[in-house]
């Protein structure tokens, strides 16, 4: 008989993929074949010329984690409606708040398959959807389907969203994995908390300690979101960010910073071309210049020699800044390494015998 679980959050951005990944990579081990699928799609590319109408219909996180694992075609599932302002606007002056036809598609898909594992990914949050009849409590009734939670968990006092969840979902909620935890408090989350969450009926299956590539972001998103010009090195976009540095200091005192760095985007004055010369010799993604001014050409060339992409922002430093915090943890896991990264992490801190055993599923040790 074949098992669907859905995978959701609390907040946005809290790992949902990365665990969908890693579950997945380990149920392909044993041989079980497995299905992924978001009902309520988030971002989706128009069908390219070869490839089906269904293909057309897939949310960028299911084609992606498809393509990661190899997953068949017939095994990644079309979504059922695309969140966003203009399907939203419709479905609100419809007064129409059911799921429809496309429901019934959904269990027609589920129905089709005989065995193994279908995984559902719902959308940021737990009240998200509700307005197509989609949200993760009505995916969780409608298909009378356990749900893992994955949480980001910063202190104790992120149980609440925790307990409202188990409120909300009751017996459907068939465990939690704490996600983004200081390494140093991963031992300590084990000895005290998660037994202390157990008892308050939250089955913990994982604790991920937080990771800096997962939260980092690419260069490229950096440029979209800043709307920056690319002076240089424009096919080095694909670098990672990872930590943030302002380079506002006297250069002697930002070499020294730089060098405790890594993986960094420096922002700073476009007139500073002494703290800009200083960055490119540490380990930096790349450099972003703020304020009036054109780098001189003997910097743009030491980048073009280094490979590292300059960017020409018209905000000043302090917004610069604003907009790339925001986007540390706040972007969509699409990168191979990180992918990779995410599964490790999953198959060493997540242990799912317990979640298993109540889908039903023989999962060899």
């Not at 930002?254 to 985007?265: S, Y």
């Amino acid at each position: 008989m074949s098992s669907t679980l859905l995978i959701g959050s609390c907040d946005p951005f809290s790992g949902k993929s990365a665990l969908v990944l890693g579950l997945t990579r380990t149920l392909a081990k044993q041989g079980l074949p497995v299905r992924y699928g978001k009902p309520l799609a988030i971002s989706v590319r128009p069908a390219r010329e070869g490839e089906s109408p269904s293909q057309g219909r897939l949310d960028d996180d299911v084609r992606f984690v498809g393509n990661i694992l190899g997953l068949p075609e017939e095994h990644l599932l079309p979504s059922l409606h695309l969140l966003e302002a203009s399907t939203a606007q419709e479905r609100l002056l419809s007064g129409n708040l059911e799921p429809g036809e496309g429901f019934t598609r959904l269990r027609e898909q589920l129905a089709a398959y005989p065995d193994g594992l279908t995984l559902l990914e719902g959308t940021g949050t737990l009240s998200e959807g509700l307005l197509y009849g989609l949200s993760l409590p009505q995916l969780a009734r409608g298909l009378e389907a356990p749900v893992v939670l994955v949480h980001l968990w910063e202190d104790s006092r992120s149980v609440d969203q925790l307990l409202a969840a188990r409120n909300l979902l009751q017996d459907q909620l068939a465990g939690v994995v704490l996600n983004a935890v200081d390494p140093d408090d991963v031992d300590r989350l084990l000895a005290d908390v998660v037994p202390a969450l157990e008892q308050l009926g939250l089955p913990v299956f994982g604790v991920l300690p937080r990771s800096p590539l997962l939260r980092s972001v690419t260069v490229e998103e950096l440029v979209d979101r800043l709307e920056a010009r690319v002076l240089c090195c424009a096919e080095r976009l694909d670098l990672l960010v990872e930590t943030l540095s302002i380079g506002a200091m006297n250069v002697n005192s930002a070499m020294e910073f730089f060098r405790r760095r890594r993986n960094m985007a420096v922002v700073t004055g476009a007139d500073r071309t002494d703290i800009q010369l200083a960055a490119l010799e540490a380990s930096t993604q790349c450099l972003i210049l703020t304020g009036a001014g054109e780098p001189l050409p003997q910097l743009i060339s030491r980048a073009e020699e280094l490979e590292v992409p300059i960017l020409k922002v018209e905000q000043d430093t302090l917004t610069t800044v604003e907009v790339i915090e925001r986007a540390f943890g706040h972007v969509r896991l699409h990168e191979t390494v990180k992918a990779s990264y995410a599964i490790r992490l999953v198959e060493e801190h997540c242990r799912f015998d317990r979640l298993f055993e109540r889908l039903g599923l023989v999962v060899k040790a």
